[in-house]
């Protein structure tokens, strides 16, 4: 009895990895919000599907652990990795409460890793990921994670910068940044990483500050040696040029 946690990375199926696919073949039942089950319709198809909407995440682990204790072997996808803002961790929650399955983790490509490689190499040096949706974390919190990372100097990646009901949330972010950063600190905003319709552009700390972005969208913020070179963004490591 085995249920298959799988981050199917940006969504295309060419940054799926070969143990994800491999996975998604074996699985007889598979799991997911019904966004990320779209991006991989072709894989799964003539499997039987189980989603629901967002916010019920509590309701799909429970599905796909309850299908697996059924005997089905099971998947349950996430975009990204399952471990970074996934469902991994919950499974894990829930798991003692089924303890013939066999949970096993497949890791996928993250997203600051994805819109990373589009915008050059900014996260070469020690880099801090944020999210800044306060739905399941205080906003106060996410206002001190952001002081600490901007002190310490570390690139900093944000996810879901924005969305319909949180429209100042990335302005917020970008004003207790510049507290310690100036304002031509060079950053990098990429929506729809590796997947249909992709875009990214490069603009400075303070210009972020008043950019358009939604929840498909990951920002990267730039440290002190983050730099434009060639039109592509880089944070170098230190290594000596002989």
């Not at 909407?53 to 072997?73: D, H, I, T």
């Not at 992709?198 to 303070?206: I, N, T, V, Y």
Request: net charge neutral; proline share 5%.
């Amino acid at each position: 009895m085995k249920l298959f946690v799988i981050g199917i990375g940006p969504g295309h199926e060419r940054y799926l990895t070969a143990e994800a696919r491999e996975a998604l073949e074996r699985a007889e039942v598979v799991a997911g919000y019904p966004l990320y089950l779209g991006l991989i319709r072709d894989l799964i198809r003539g499997k039987r599907q189980l989603s629901t909407p967002m916010r019920k995440e509590e309701v799909r682990c429970r599905m796909a652990l309850e299908s697996a204790a059924g005997g089905s072997v099971t998947a349950l996808v996430c975009s990204g990795d399952a471990g970074v803002y996934g469902m991994a961790a919950l499974v894990y929650e829930l798991a003692p409460e089924y303890p013939e399955v066999e949970v096993v983790i497949v890791p996928g490509i993250t997203a600051a890793l994805s819109a990373a490689a589009i915008l050059g190499s900014p996260l070469t040096n020690d880099f801090a990921v944020i999210s800044l949706s306060d739905l399941l974390t205080p906003w106060d919190e996410i206002e001190r994670r952001l002081a600490a990372v901007a002190a310490a100097g570390l690139v900093l990646c944000l996810y879901n910068p924005a969305s319909a009901k949180r429209r100042s949330h990335l302005k917020r972010a970008c004003d207790i940044v510049l507290r310690r950063r100036p304002e031509d600190t060079v950053c990098g905003l990429v929506r729809n990483a590796g997947r249909e319709g992709e875009s990214s552009r490069f603009l400075s700390l303070g210009e972020l500050r008043d950019a358009e972005a939604d929840m498909f969208t990951t920002v990267v913020i730039g440290n002190a040696s983050t730099a434009l070179i060639g039109e592509r963004m880089v944070t170098p490591r230190g290594y000596r040029h002989d």
